[in-house]
T-cell receptor, first 112, second 113 residues
């Protein structure tokens, strides 16, 4: 039972373009929404995170947009660079037991 | 200094064997996790320990047994290995259950032949 749906599965963006990855969650109480970045051969690492009382959070070229009513959140990467090529995972934390529920991942390729 | 380390990095073994993966964190965290990442990159939580006590135990075959000798270590023992166990296994830690980010180890690629 997938409670966090992530799309697209893969994404190719030209250097300098905007990369957008979307996630939607189902009717469960979540209280924290992180995005993790994973490079080949490495473990995932936290990129940016947001709480549901905030509609947007920006850190450098990375922005999370959060729409509580629609149960959707997205990651925007501005001025995408080849070094951003990685797999990105969204996640949502259950407020009942703090377990992270993970999206299926998006493989992002930035073409030079 | 490596925050979360795992050994071995690669493990190739035959069906039916028993193997262990070790994990250590030097972050002083109370909570540790085991994840399985399949060939499609899907991440699935297997277990979570807080202060050496099991707090999350997802639907995992009982051939998988975690052991936490102390807060800094969480090992994974797998009995009677099957082809479907082939995956990358990640250990992670966090300050407390659900608090702050999870720090992941480099992963152990298990191949069962």
């Amino acid at each position: 039972q997938q409670q966090v749906k992530q799309s697209p599965q893969s994404l190719i963006v030209q250097k300098g373009g905007i990369s957008i990855i979307n996630c939607a969650y189902e009717n469960t109480a979540f209280d924290y929404f992180p995005w993790y970045q994973q490079f080949p051969g490495k473990g995932p690492a936290l990129l940016i995170a947001i709480r549901p009382d905030v509609s947007e959070k920006k850190e450098g070229r990375f922005t999370i947009s959060f729409n509580k009513s629609a149960k959707q959140f997205s990651l925007h990467i501005m001025d995408s660079q080849p070094g951003d090529s990685a797999t990105y995972f969204c996640a949502a934390r259950k407020s009942s037991n703090y377990q992270l529920i993970w999206g299926a991942g998006t493989k992002l390729i930035i073409k030079p | 200094d490596t925050a979360v380390s795992q050994t071995p990095k690669y493990l190739v073994t035959q069906m039916g064997n028993d193997k262990s993966i070790k994990c250590e964190q030097n972050l002083g965290h109370d909570t540790m996790y085991w994840y399985k990442q399949d060939s499609k990159k899907f991440l699935k939580i297997m277990f979570s320990y807080n202060n050496k006590e099991l707090i999350i135990n997802e639907t995992v075959p009982n051939r998988f047994s975690p052991k936490s000798p102390d807060k800094a270590h969480l090992n994974l023992h797998i009995n009677s290995l099957e082809l479907g166990d082939s995956a990358v296994y990640f250990c992670a830690s966090s300050q407390e259950p659900g608090v702050g980010e999870q720090y992941f180890g480099p992963g152990t690629r298990l191949t069962v032949t």
